[in-house]
């Protein structure tokens, strides 16, 4: 079966410390893999995606996610965090040959001041 | 937030009521998707339509139906729900079905059924 994985429920981190947020996954064939990003009462944000290339991968507000085949993981991670990066991470994955998506279950993340 | 719109943001609906949901987008995208998010876990996957013909029914059940008049509106007509379809309801959109296109979302309806 196909999934997403997002092992942490909650990461929590200082302001202005690096953060990474955890994601493997498990799909057949090439992966197509995408993060998403939902602050409180709105949609999902897109935030940045791999779809081939180079396994670092740049996106939104200093966004980035590596790629790392051998792991099956695309974590992804931030030099540097602000307090306003605190909200709800979606890591996601094509399935099929079509564009559905397949979730983690999210992870949110808490950047104290 | 204007690319894709949703109303009503909040509904509050009986088991014997009929509702429908609204999503919009101005994005000029062929792909439309509604999920439903429920607490704590992953977002599910309901229905997709491309060029206005549903392509994906994630077995739904029928007091769900969804209609795509146009490929800018669609609507999720509800009927005799359960307490347990609570939910957060999101429509998104993308350019078409291809694989390598980001979703872009709206702002959900939150839905609860008394």
């Known amino acids: 079966a196909q999934s997403v994985a997002q092992p942490e429920d909650q990461v929590n981190v200082a302001e202005g410390n690096p953060l990474t947020v955890k994601c493997t996954y498990s799909?057949?064939?090439?992966?197509?893999l995408f993060w998403y990003v939902q602050y409180p009462n709105r949609g999902l944000q897109f935030l940045l995606k791999?779809?081939?290339?180079?396994?670092l991968v740049k996106g939104s507000y200093g966004f980035e996610a590596e790629f790392n085949k051998s792991q099956t993981s695309f974590h992804l991670k931030k030099p540097s965090a602000l307090v306003s990066d605190s909200a709800l991470y979606f890591c996601?994955?094509?399935?099929?040959?079509?564009?559905?998506?397949?979730f983690g279950a999210g992870t949110r993340l808490a950047v104290h001041p | 937030e204007t690319g894709v719109t949703q109303t009503p943001r909040h509904l509050v609906m009986g088991m014997t009521n009929k509702k429908s949901l609204k999503c919009e987008q101005h994005?000029?995208?062929?792909?439309m998707y509604w999920y439903k998010q429920s607490a704590k876990k992953p977002l599910e996957l309901m229905f997709v339509?491309?060029?206005?013909?549903?392509?994906e029914n994630n077995s739904v059940p029928s007091r769900f139906s969804p209609e795509c008049p146009n490929s800018s509106h669609l609507f999720l007509h509800l009927h005799t729900l359960q307490p347990e379809d609570s939910a957060l309801y999101l429509c998104?959109?993308?350019?078409?079905?291809?694989?390598?296109?980001?979703?872009?979302f709206g702002p959900g309806t939150r839905l609860t059924v008394l």
């Open positions: 994005l000029g995208h062929n792909a």
């Open positions: 339509y491309s060029l206005e013909e549903r392509v």
């Open positions: 799909v057949s064939g090439n992966p197509y």
């Open positions: 998104a959109s993308s350019q078409d079905q291809g694989v390598n296109n980001e979703q872009f």
């Open positions: 996601a994955a094509v399935s099929g040959g079509y564009n559905k998506l397949i």
């Open positions: 791999y779809i081939t290339g180079d396994n």
